[in-house]
């Protein structure tokens, strides 16, 4: 099938035509797949996540307004879909219980986004979410905390405790 523009896209597949659904999904595969991963760290969970959030969107194409990005859109239900599935075993460190000293050290040595990807990857799940909605996906603490039914001061302790972490792991994977 030709690349369609992706109005006549998004009109196909409110009339449900497989061909144009399958155009969307080749298009948006990789980069709903990558927000989903980074979220719930497992590969088989990324590829339920997506094919949950494929189907919301099949689902929901028709309410999708055009006041932004069709991908800025289907991103933000894939995410909403890789939460939900997190959400089962996510675990937030209490603010008493985050050490505000640690961490001022700044990283002096080189790292590569494999070491960072790893360090990352390695956070626990709360914590974790809240740094890739905030840092990589963009999203303020208050949308955040909704999003993760969280109070935003949690969102931000849990950023500055995911910081503390990733500093920690990246320094010791400089000095492996």
Known sequence: MKSIFEKDLIAACVK???????????????????????ILNDEAEAHDALQ????EIFKSI????????????MKTIAVRKAIYMAKKKMYFTPLDQVDVQAGKSELDSWIDGEMLDQAIRELPVGCRSVFLLVEVEGYKHAECGK??????????????????????????????
């Open 16 to 38: 449900q035509d497989r061909k144009a659904q399958f155009e969307l999904f080749e298009r948006y595969k990789v980069a709903l797949y990558s927000s989903v991963y980074r």
């Open 52 to 55: 949950e959030a494929f189907i």
């Open 62 to 73: 028709r309410k999708f307004r055009g006041d932004g990005a069709l991908g800025a859109w």
């Open 147 to 176: 999003l993760l039914s969280i109070s935003e001061s949690t969102s931000k302790s849990q950023l500055f405790y995911a910081k503390k972490l990733l500093k920690e792991s990246l320094t010791k994977l400089l000095k492996a």
